[in-house]
C-alpha cells in the first residue's frame, strides 16, 4: 500500500501512545520489562518516531511540489456498510487528525481489555465485538484526512498558477 498522509499520522499517534505507556512502565514500580530494557525500548521508538516526523515532512513537501498518490481507497469486505463513515462531519484536517487519535487511544484500550486473563470469554467476546467498527472508525478518520489534505494541496497549487 502506499503511503498517505493519513496512514503516516496513523502510524506516529500509535508511536505516540506506545511512548506514553512506555514512559507509565518506566515510572512503575513493577513492570513485565527491567528498566535497561524500557530504556532502550524508548530509545528506539524516540528514533523511530524522529523517523515518522521526517517523513510526514517530505511527504508533505513532496505534495506541494510534485505528483504523488495523495489518496488511495482502501477495499474492505468485512465491516458492515452500516459501520462505514460513521465519524460525523470533519471538514478540517486539524479535527480529522484529532479524531483519528482518539479512535487509536481507543482501540489500544479495548485491546488491553481483550487481552486480559482474568475475565471469562463472554466478556472478551463483547469486547472482541467493539473493536471492529471502532477500527472502521480509524480508517474512516484516515480517509477524510486523506481527502481533506488532496483539498488543501488541489488549492495551494492550483494558486501557485
Known amino acids: 500500500m502506499a503511503e498517505t498522509l493519513g496512514s503516516l499520522i496513523d502510524k506516529l499517534t500509535i508511536k505516540s501512545i506506545r511512548e506514553f505507556h512506555l514512559a507509565e512502565s518506566l515510572k512503575a514500580k513493577k513492570s513485565k520489562f527491567s ?21 510526514i ?32 462531519k470533519n471538514e478540517k484536517l486539524s479535527k480529522a487528525i484529532e479524531g483519528l487519535s482518539r479512535k487509536n487511544i481507543e482501540l489500544w484500550h479495548l485491546e488491553d481489555e481483550a487481552r486480559r486473563t482474568d475475565m471469562p470469554l463472554s466478556y472478551i467476546g463483547k469486547i472482541k465485538k467493539k473493536i471492529d467498527p471502532t477500527n472502521q472508525q480509524r480508517n474512516d478518520f484516515i480517509d477524510k484526512i486523506d481527502e481533506l489534505f488532496e483539498k488543501l494541496i488541489t488549492k495551494a497549487k492550483a494558486k501557485r498558477k
Open 57 to 88: 515532512e517530505e511527504f508533505i513537501n513532496l505534495a506541494l511540489n510534485s505528483s504523488i498518490t495523495l489518496r488511495e481507497e482502501k477495499i474492505k469486505l468485512y465491516n458492515k456498510p452500516e459501520d462505514i463513515g460513521r465519524i460525523g
Open 35 to 55: 528498566k535497561t530494557e524500557l530504556k532502550l525500548k524508548m530509545n528506539l521508538l524516540k528514533k523511530q518516531k524522529e523517523l515518522q516526523l521526517k517523513e
